[in-house]
């Protein structure tokens, strides 16, 4: 194309004059634009929309059918498909057309609200009329049908996607209202890519208007894989690295139900923030793998950074096993053990984990107090020892430790915390110098004072249980008429108790 349009500059230098009909492609040639790769959704800004997008086929070419099917093979994992029947929208009576809209509109709606992808396609069976004025009644009934399905689907979607001529122009004007665009450039080759003006159903949502001669069998599978949602895949350590960078603190909230997981994701969006959740050996034995896979697909569908940690594994048998759950960061609990114990039982789990780019936690030192059933005794604890410490770390390749410095799981004696912000301190400085995270078990409980020294004395993560545990068994207390409202009024004491520790913690708004 670049050559043809050198020629014909050349033939117009020597006197020629053409009028040219063409496709953009040329156009961009002849008057030199330079070609820019195609508009993803992060060019938008659109990294936490959750609703599912929306795709309308009504062409019916011989490449548009071989596209859909691409599409389905490709995005069937993900794409849900709700095929319209033509011979109902036009060729049967006005009931069960209506009855055939009102179908795929509720299904449509459905879908995206579960944040799916979703495909309305007009079945591919060609049917015409007995003349021209007859085809084209059927064409105008199926048309009319697709603007009226997207008319009633109340829920906005993460970007639409027309694909057809007709189709696209009567989606943007008739069905959503448009009656202007911003053209931000395109999504593919030859395919613009719009957003919707401020007098449509849904300003600024992209539009992708797709023509049905356009691309080749790959080419829609192509565009939706690129405006599908991408499952997050955050680590602990980018968690953890950019609380280090921003002199912030994540809270790790112990879950044991699906309430437990709903009210942590739930105040971390409402928050904007980031957050861990952890599963306890006892939380692990109960619930097994099904709380796992809850904590997972919650973490992986949530608008703000989420992930799921594996806390104080006492047992190598249990910490292998959980390091092929599908968390994303360990803590190794050898603190009952010898330092040299402790070490070789550290080392063992924490080359295994490395090999899963999966993040290791350990501690060092000893925590009294009692958390899920496991109890140490105020003679037992000890507190970190800046030089083993730092012998530890050297021989673990640990990433995270858990420091000990007067804190205690469950609740504090009546006297109240007495932390030791100078050994912190010199913890502090061997952090930074180690690359490695300091993070605090036995938080509930802790003054804002205290918890605010502890995040300029480098605490990256704190461990919540006690506090978030009795908001949901004083919750419990208040007489419901059914087992729903007290599922929603345990999930609601507990979130407001994790909302207001991500305040606390620094990392409300640093999603």
Request: glycine share 8%; net charge neutral; hydrophobic share 40%.
């Amino acid at each position: 194309m670049a050559v043809f349009a050198l020629g014909m500059v050349k033939a117009e230098l020597m006197g020629k004059h053409f009028l040219c009909r063409t496709a953009a492609s040329f156009v961009s040639s002849r008057i030199g634009i330079i070609s820019r790769p195609p508009i993803l959704p992060k060019d938008l800004g659109m990294t936490r929309e959750r609703n599912g997008g929306l795709i309308v086929v009504g062409s019916y070419v011989p490449k548009t059918t071989k596209q859909v099917e691409e599409l389905k093979l490709q995005c069937g994992q993900f794409l849900k498909s709700i095929e319209v029947s033509v011979e109902k929208l036009a060729m049967r009576s006005v009931e069960e057309r209506e009855e055939e809209i009102s179908r795929a509109a509720e299904l449509a709606d459905a879908y995206l609200k579960a944040h799916k992808d979703t495909l309305i396609m007009t079945s591919r069976n060609l049917i015409t009329g007995k003349s021209a004025s007859e085809s084209l009644d059927i064409n105008f009934k199926v048309s009319s049908a697709l603007v009226e399905i997207v008319k009633r689907i109340t829920s906005k979607p993460r970007y639409i996607l027309a694909k057809g001529g007709i189709t696209s122009s009567d989606l943007a004007t008739k069905a959503l209202g448009a009656r202007c665009a911003k053209i931000v450039g395109q999504a593919l080759a030859g395919i613009p890519l719009w957003q919707l003006g401020p007098e449509s159903r849904h300003p600024g949502v992209p539009y992708i208007v797709f023509p049905g001669n356009v691309g080749d069998s790959k080419a829609l599978a192509e565009v939706v894989k690129s405006w599908s949602r991408p499952i997050r895949l955050t680590s602990t350590k980018e968690i953890l690295n950019n609380a280090e960078k921003g002199g912030y603190a994540v809270g790790a909230f112990n879950v044991y139900n699906l309430e437990g997981v709903e009210a942590v994701v739930s105040a971390a969006e409402a928050e904007q923030s980031p957050a861990i959740l952890q599963i306890h050996p006892g939380a692990l034995k109960q619930g097994g793998i099904p709380l796992v896979a809850c904590c997972i697909s919650a973490a992986e569908q949530a608008s703000v950074p989420i992930t799921v940690h594996f806390d104080h594994g006492t047992s190598k048998q249990d910490l292998v096993e959980a390091l092929d759950l599908g968390f994303n960061s360990v803590m190794v609990d050898g603190s009952h053990l010898s330092f040299n114990e402790n070490t070789a039982y550290t080392k063992f789990i924490s080359l295994l984990a490395h090999s899963k780019e999966i993040l290791v936690e350990a501690e060092l030192g000893r925590l009294s107090g009692t958390e899920d059933d496991l109890t140490v005794e105020e003679y037992e604890a000890k507190l970190t020892d800046v030089k083993m410490a730092e012998k530890f770390i050297e021989e673990t390749s640990i990433d995270a430790l858990a420091v000990c410095i007067g804190n205690v799981h469950g609740k504090y004696p009546a006297t109240g915390p007495n932390l030791k912000f100078d050994l912190l301190k010199e913890l502090h400085a061997l952090s930074l110098k180690k690359g490695v995270f300091l993070v605090l078990h036995g938080a509930s409980g802790l003054s804002e004072e205290l918890v605010k020294e502890c995040i300029n004395l480098g605490i990256r993560k704190f461990n919540v249980n006690t506090e978030v545990r009795k908001a949901y068994m004083d919750s419990l207390n208040t007489p419901q008429n059914d087992l729903v409202h007290v599922i929603a009024s345990t999930k609601e004491a507990m979130k407001a108790v994790v909302a207001e520790k991500m305040h606390l913690f620094g990392s409300a708004g640093k999603a």
